[in-house]
C-alpha cells in the first residue's frame, strides 16, 4: 500500500512538472502581443526565422530522447537539425539587427554546429574521441568566425558596428575569466 501511496505522488509531480511551463507561456505570448502592439511591429517581421528553427529542433528531437542504454536510430538526424537550427538561429540574429551581409563570416558557425551535434549524440560515450577533437573543432570555427568578422567589418566594408565592440568586449571577458579559472584549478 505505500508503494501505491509514493507511485501516486510521483506521478502528481509529473503532472505537475508538465503544466508548471503553461502559465509562462501564456505570459510570454501576452507580453510579446503587448509590445508588439505599443511599438507597432508586425510579429511576422521578427519570428519567420521560426519556421526553420522549429523544424530543426523536431529533428534534434530523437537524440534528445536517447539515453545511455538505448540509443534512438533516428539520433543521427541531430546532425541536420543541429545545421538546420542554426541557420534559423542566424537569420533571426541578422534579421534583428538587420545585417544579412554577416553571412559572409558567419558561416563556420554553421560547421561548429555540425561537430556540437555528433559530440551530442555521443555524449554518453565520454571516452569517446569526438569530445576532445569536437570542442577543439568548434573552438577553431569560432574564432574562425571571430577573425574574418573583424577582417570583413573592419578592413573589406569599412564599416564600424558596434556590436562588433560589444562582441569583442565580452570575448576578452570570457577569455578573462576562463584563464582565471584555470589558474585556480
Known amino acids: 500500500m505505500p508503494d501505491e501511496t509514493v507511485y501516486k505522488a510521483e506521478e502528481m509531480q509529473k503532472l ?5 511551463w503553461t502559465p509562462y507561456l501564456i505570459i ?3 507580453i510579446l502581443l503587448l509590445a508588439a502592439n505599443l511599438f507597432g511591429f508586425h510579429l511576422m517581421d521578427i519570428l519567420w526565422p521560426g519556421f526553420i528553427i522549429g523544424p530543426g529542433l523536431l529533428l534534434l528531437w530523437p537524440a534528445y530522447n536517447s539515453t545511455a542504454e538505448k540509443r534512438n536510430a533516428a539520433s543521427f538526424l541531430a ?3 543541429a545545421i538546420i537550427t ?9 534579421n534583428l539587427i538587420d545585417h544579412f551581409e554577416a553571412w559572409a563570416y558567419s558561416w563556420p558557425l554553421i560547421w561548429a554546429s555540425v561537430a556540437a551535434a555528433v559530440m551530442y549524440i555521443y555524449r554518453f560515450d565520454e571516452a569517446h ?39 569583442l568586449i565580452a570575448f576578452g571577458i570570457y577569455l578573462l575569466v576562463k584563464n582565471q579559472r584555470q589558474q585556480r584549478a
Do not use: Q
Not at 16 to 20: A, Q
Not at 86 to 94: K, P
Not at 153 to 163: A, D, Q, T, Y
Open 86 to 94: 542554426t541557420v534559423g538561429l542566424m537569420l533571426f540574429t541578422m
Open 129 to 167: 574521441t569526438v569530445h576532445d577533437s569536437g570542442r577543439k573543432f568548434i573552438r577553431a570555427m569560432v574564432i574562425l568566425c571571430g577573425a574574418m568578422m573583424v577582417l570583413f567589418e573592419l578592413v573589406i566594408w569599412g564599416s564600424f558596428n558596434p556590436l562588433l565592440a560589444v562582441g
Open 16 to 20: 505537475i512538472r508538465k503544466t508548471y
Open 28 to 30: 510570454g505570448v501576452g
Open 79 to 81: 546532425v541536420p537539425g
